[in-house]
């Protein structure tokens, strides 16, 4: 089991230093996803599952393990690519897989708690009800050791032949689960259907796992607005759906939740009251942002590089949205409920959020994050475009997730390396740029320290995972941050 001795959990920004993170790698529910069901299980495409995880995420896994756990991996490296059963390193049913306390494998939580036969008991009801399995089905993934019962939930099989309900393959994008703020989790309510088991399963690892012990009462939930089950199907006002894409803490007292396809308004004003009625920040910016595929999340549109430098896609720079109207946006802060006109962004304080300060674009929220924030001089703010602004690559980057950087550390960032106008943009920018099958092998040889990076974005395969939607920032879920 993973230690509770070091179950420390804080995240007060997005750039400091990538302490614990939590993570799932690809499982066999990935190679169960057939053409007709891609876009309703949230795939673009169907992805080759040996060469998304050898090829691709094993990469991830051991750029981690060297920033994160370097004893897990140090000294190792040549040993496990070169081994015919290298892949058992990554199984976290296996006695060879890295089982780290700062590189957390979501699949091994819920090892953990199945080992608990009450606890076992119950999902295994939930899951069987949500996902409206006969009862001698139910009967019968009692009988399952955990191990096999986790792979199960997963990914639907308990081996190649039998598909017992559908895989969720959307469990590598670990950020949407749950966001760390301070020192609260505050837990996603999904909007598609293809992601509810991902809620509940994380439900009962946060509520349940000795990790999480000391920070059970800091679970923020949100809750579908009273009656709601008596009003039309389609009255998206009542609903309250929230993924952690949507989510960003930017600072300890500051964070921004977005308005997208998958997070509404209702949400984002229960969020925001939360945070404020339990003190753990004094700010929230919320950015509203066009319900669309393209966008899905606002991580989809900008992440954080340093405390003074940003990647975002140009459609939403000061100089695009001059004269652009938008949506009425309606919140319901637990006051009055407030309709802002021709607005995209309101900042609102506690204390007073029936007077919320707004931003013309987001390029103009993100300068002032980084002043405000982080006390950078105005001059010194960057911010790199997706594309470096030229017409289509900015569009067919994004899309690929040129916007969806994860941070290491404060100017230490992963991207996908198809995105070449992005990386040109880094470059003339002055950041390094390094392929990670590069990085691994001078971290291995004791050339470079991870201490010693700077201003470096470390580009990763990226032909099958793009396939996915989803980036590196969608891939973590961090724990823990400097």
């Not at 404020?276 to 966008?295: A, G, L, T």
């Amino acid at each position: 089991m993973i230690s509770s001795a070091t179950n420390r959990i804080h995240v007060s920004s997005e750039v400091g230093k990538l302490r614990r993170v939590l993570i799932h790698s690809p499982d066999s529910g990935l190679g169960k996803v057939v053409p007709s069901k891609a876009q309703d299980w949230l795939f673009e495409d169907i992805v080759h599952l040996d060469t998304i995880r050898a090829s691709e995420y094993d990469h991830y896994v051991k750029l981690l393990l060297y920033f994160l756990d370097e004893k897990k991996i140090r000294g190792r490296l040549s040993d496990i690519d070169a081994s015919k059963n290298h892949r058992n390193f990554y199984k976290p049913d296996h006695p060879d897989f890295y089982r780290s306390d700062q590189v957390v494998e979501l699949q091994l939580l819920l090892m953990d708690i199945l080992e608990d036969t009450a606890i076992k008991s119950q999902l295994v009801a939930s899951v069987c009800a949500l996902e409206a399995c006969s009862y001698e089905v139910q009967r019968r993934l009692m009988g399952y050791a955990p191990a096999v019962l986790a792979r199960v939930f997963f990914s639907g099989t308990s081996d190649e032949s039998e598909l017992i309900f559908p895989p969720i393959p959307n469990f590598i994008f670990t950020r949407d689960i749950g966001i760390v703020i301070n020192n609260c989790i505050l837990l996603n309510k999904p909007k598609k259907e293809a992601r509810k088991r991902e809620a509940l399963i994380a439900k009962y690892i946060f509520f349940h796992h000795p990790m999480f012990a000391d920070y059970r009462q800091n679970i923020i939930e949100l809750m579908d607005k009273e009656h709601h089950f008596l009003m039309p199907n389609d009255s998206e006002t009542e609903k309250v759906t929230l993924e952690g894409g949507d989510v960003m803490v930017v600072s300890e007292n500051h964070v921004v939740i977005g308005i997208s396809e998958r997070t509404n308004s209702e949400a984002a004003a229960q969020a925001v009251k939360a945070l404020f009625d339990r003190n753990v920040v004094e700010k929230v910016s919320v950015i509203k942002i066009p319900s669309k595929r393209d966008y899905m999340h606002i991580d989809t549109v900008f992440t954080q590089v340093k405390a003074d430098v940003w990647v975002m896609l140009g459609d939403f720079s000061t100089e695009r949205m001059k004269g652009l109207r938008t949506d009425e946006i309606q919140y319901v802060l637990g006051v009055h409920p407030r309709t802002v006109l021709k607005l995209e962004i309101h900042q609102f304080k506690k204390g007073n959020v029936a007077a919320p300060r707004s931003f013309q674009s987001l390029e103009e929220l993100l300068v002032d994050i980084s002043i405000s924030d982080f006390g950078c001089p105005p001059e010194n703010v960057r911010i790199l475009l997706s594309g470096n602004n030229q017409f289509p690559y900015d569009a067919r980057e994004q899309w690929t997730d040129s916007c969806n950087l994860l941070a290491l550390g404060n100017g230490v960032v992963l991207g996908y390396d198809r995105n070449d106008k992005t990386t040109e943009a880094f470059r003339d920018a002055g950041f390094k740029v390094t392929k990670v099958e590069h990085l691994l092998i001078q971290l291995e040889e004791g050339r470079v320290h991870v201490d010693e990076l700077a201003d470096t974005l470390v580009l990763m395969p990226s032909a099958e995972l793009s396939r996915a939607r989803g980036g590196f920032h969608c891939m973590s879920m961090p724990l823990l941050r400097d």
